[in-house]
């Protein structure tokens, strides 16, 4: 079982940023990765970021490309989402996700992702 708890989210103006944060507990495997999915108010969750906690590959959804970072802190068991020139579509509950089985290889589909935090609400205002 992992356990995984968001926070930093809230309201901002365009272009401004804001830094997510999930703590991370319980069994956590050496090979697994944590991601951060969004979902907008009537759409999908989508894939956002996601880092290999061993080696630290990250991989990234081409919207939040050059804007976005994922890094993980190994002794704190936390990950971090740095959010800059956030824009009015970036509006979404973000949620934590850890993928126990992804080994090498950063995977974002949502079913991949076997536990889930209870999600950070982000708001940009235009």
């Known amino acids: 079982q992992v356990q995984l708890v968001e926070s930093g989210g809230g309201l901002v103006q365009a272009g401004g940023s804001l830094r997510l944060s999930c703590a991370a507990s319980?069994?956590?495997?050496?090979?697994?990765?944590l991601g951060w999915f969004r979902q907008a108010p009537g759409k999908d969750r989508e894939f956002v970021a996601a880092i290999i906690w061993s080696s630290g590959i990250t991989y990234y959804t081409g919207p939040v490309k050059g804007r976005f970072t994922i890094s993980r802190d190994n002794a704190k068991n936390m990950v971090y989402l740095q959010m800059n020139s956030l824009q009015p579509d970036d509006t979404a509950v973000y949620y934590c996700a850890a993928d126990v089985d992804a080994r090498t290889v950063v995977r974002t589909r949502e079913y991949q992702y076997e536990y889930w935090g209870q999600g950070t609400q982000v708001i940009v205002s235009s």
């Open positions: 319980g069994r956590t495997p050496s090979n697994y990765a």
